[in-house]
């Protein structure tokens, strides 16, 4: 859930005065005033993440007011189970919005968004063949597609006059590559087979 409520907070609010001095004509006084600019900065981000400013951890959004030319360096740091996706906002100075780690030179007003996001799952295709004799009936011929580390199913009906004969192909994880109902962990892209013979008539 998006946090609300706005942290104030002054970092840095640099005002100057200089050139405070006898002006040495005719005994009039004078005094120049020079004002350093300042800019405001925001920063934000969506659920799943945490950005800390100059090292320092911002829990939600929160405002800062810097001199001119100040640079400014930001880091956002996913929570678990998610991942840091872009910047978005003001980005004219910036190289890369996708780097969770980068640096604002304080030339103007500033506001910035750090977006995280769920990961999609990883997934992996699994290409089921067979031969002569039988088929896979779970889950069937083809192209399948699963998420990482999901278990499948693998189950074989021999024709009548044939039996289960083996799996080949990228067996490393399947459970029992001798038996007609096992399973397989998709840890990558499979290929398999599964193999029928055909029955010994010999009594």
């Known amino acids: 859930m998006k946090r609300f409520g706005i942290l104030m907070i002054i970092v840095a609010l640099i005002v100057s005065m200089a050139g405070c001095g006898s002006s040495g004509g005719g005994g009039n006084g004078g005094q120049s005033h020079t004002l350093t600019i300042a800019y405001t900065f925001t920063i934000d981000s969506t659920a799943g993440g945490v950005v800390a400013v100059n090292n320092a951890r911002i829990p939600g959004k929160a405002m800062f007011i810097f001199g001119a030319g100040t640079v400014v360096s930001l880091n956002a740091t996913p929570d678990s189970g998610y991942q840091f996706v872009r910047w978005t906002g003001d980005l004219g100075t910036v190289d890369n919005v996708h780097a969770s780690e980068i640096v604002i030179t304080m030339n103007g007003n500033y506001s910035i968004m750090a977006n995280f996001e769920v990961p999609a799952p990883v997934q992996y295709s699994l290409v089921i063949l067979s031969t002569p004799g039988g088929s896979v009936t779970i889950p069937g011929r083809g192209t399948h597609i699963y998420d990482e580390g999901a278990v499948v199913n693998l189950v074989t009906t021999p024709a009548r006059g044939y039996k289960f004969a083996r799996w080949s192909g990228d067996v490393d994880t399947i459970a029992n590559v001798n038996a007609a ?23």
């Open 181 to 203: 109902s096992t399973n397989i962990t998709m840890n990558g892209n499979y290929y398999i087979c599964a193999h029928f013979r055909e029955e010994s008539t010999c009594g």
